[in-house]
C-alpha cells in the first residue's frame, strides 16, 4: 500500500512537471519586434498588409519596442522614409537593426525569425542590380535570354536559404516556377503602355519647348532652357527620393561620357520637395540634392527646379511621374517629349538618327 502511495505520488510529480515543461515550449501567440534606427526618419513606425496596421513609436535613441498579434505572411514597413517587407509570424521574437542613411544596405536581423527576415531583406538588396533598368525595351530575343539567366539567379539565392519559414519558402519557389510567363505577361503589357504614353505625349512633338529660367544650378549661379540654344537638350527629371531615377544615374553617366564634345547637352533636372526627408523639409531636400551629385559624382549641368512638380516646366510637359526623360532640339522645339531612358539601347538609336 505504501508503496503504491509512493508510486503515485511520483508519477503526479513527473505529470507536474512535464505540464510545467509544455507550457514553457508553448509558442507566444504574438511576435515581440523591437529594434534600433540610426538617423530616424520618424517618430514612428508602422506595420501594416491589407488587412492590419499598427504604428509602434520610436524613442528618442531610434530604438523601438512592441508586441503585435499577427497572421503569418508579410508585411510592409514603413518608417516615415522608406520601406522594406517583414516576414511575421507569432512566436518570433524578432529585433531589427537599420541606419536609414543606408536603408536597405544595412537592414539586419537577429533573434527568432531572423533568418527568415534577412533572407528578404538582401532578396531586396540583390534585386536592385539584377534587373536592367530598362528590361522592357530590350528586343523579345534578347528579353527571353535575359529573364532565363534571372530566374537561374532567383532560383540558387533562394535554396541558398533552405531553412527559411517553410511557408515562405513555398511561396517564394511557387514565385520563381512562374516568373517567366510572368514576365512575358508584363513585357506585353508594357508594349501597350508606351504605345499609349506616346499617344498621350504626342501633341508636344515638334512643338516649342515648356521653358525653364532661372534653375538653382549646382556649380552655382543659375541657368535657363536658352542657354542651350543651338544644341540638342536631352533633360532628365528626377529626385532623390526616387530608386529608379538613381538607377539610371550610371547609364547617363555613361552617356555623358560618349557624347563629350558633341553638339548635345545633358541636364538632370530636381523636383525635390521634401519627400523622403526629415520634417519633409524643402531646404533638407535641397541639401539632400547636393549631398547625392557628389557621392554619385554625377555629371552634365544639375538643377534644382524652382517648384518641384508645380514648375511650369514639368506642368508644361505633363510629367506625373519619374524618371522622365525628354530630348529637346537645337532650335528649341521638342524632338521627344518621352525620350528613352539612358539604360535603353533605343536612345542610342534615336541619337544615331538624329547625327547627333
Known sequence: ???NYINMKKTILLLAALGILACKNEPNNFVTFSGKIIDKNSDEIVISNDSYSKTIKVNEDGTFSDTLNVAEGKYNFYDGGESTTLFLKNGYELIMDLDTKMFDETITYSGIGSETNNYLAKKSLMQETLYPPSLFDFEEEDFNTTISDINIKLNAFLESYKTIDTALYSAEKMANDGFKEEMLGFYAKQKEYAEKRAAQFSDLTDKPSPDFVDYENYKGGTTSLSD????????????????PCKAEIPSLKEIEKSYHGKNIEFVSISVDNGRGYKDKSFEASKEGWKAMIAEKEMG???????KAWESDFTKGYKVNSIPRFILIGPDGTVVNPDAPRPS??????????LEI
Open 344 to 353: 535603353s539601347p533605343k536612345l542610342i538609336k534615336l541619337f544615331n538618327s
Open 300 to 306: 552634365g549641368t544639375q538643377l534644382f527646379a524652382d
Open 228 to 243: 542651350f540654344k543651338g544644341k540638342y537638350v536631352y533633360v532628365d527629371v528626377w529626385a532623390t527620393w526616387c530608386g
Open 1 to 3: 500500500m505504501y508503496h
